[in-house]
């Protein structure tokens, strides 16, 4: 079964830290791209960061753009989001998600992922106290 599962949410202070994993099961990222996507209460879904190992390339929105970090263990089979310097905005759950050979920048910014054609892991709370 393919699945994806997000882990490391939490609650943490203005200015904080907090690093997030996203395992995949049942397939190998190589030929997928991989993002993290998030949705703040009462708010769209948004793309945050994205990564393409067959294009070797990463994508970062204005959302995480200088604070976060995306990086990929394909031995683990896992990717990672580390955020840094997080602001009560950032509070949201984060998904991952996978797209079969999507070019990063299109799938964080442009493309809107969805059940049937993504691989979908649960979400994650990220909670950011001021």
């Known amino acids: 079964e393919v699945q994806l599962q997000a882990s490391g949410g939490g609650l943490v202070q203005a200015g904080g830290s907090l690093r997030l994993s996203c395992v995949a099961s049942?397939?190998?990222?190589?030929?997928?791209?991989i993002g993290w996507f998030r949705q703040a209460p009462g708010k769209g879904r948004e793309g945050v960061a994205c990564i393409s190992k067959y294009e070797g390339k990463s994508y970062y929105t204005d959302a995480a753009k200088g604070r976060f970090t995306i990086s990929s263990d394909h031995a683990k089979n896992t990717v990672y989001l580390q955020m840094s310097s997080l602001k009560p905005e950032d509070t949201a759950v984060y998904y991952c998600a996978a797209h079969h050979r999507m070019p990063a920048d299109y799938y964080c910014s442009d493309y809107t992922p969805d059940a049937g054609n993504d691989v979908w892991g649960q979400g994650t709370l990220v909670t950011v106290s001021s």
């Open positions: 049942g397939f190998t990222f190589d030929d997928y791209t």
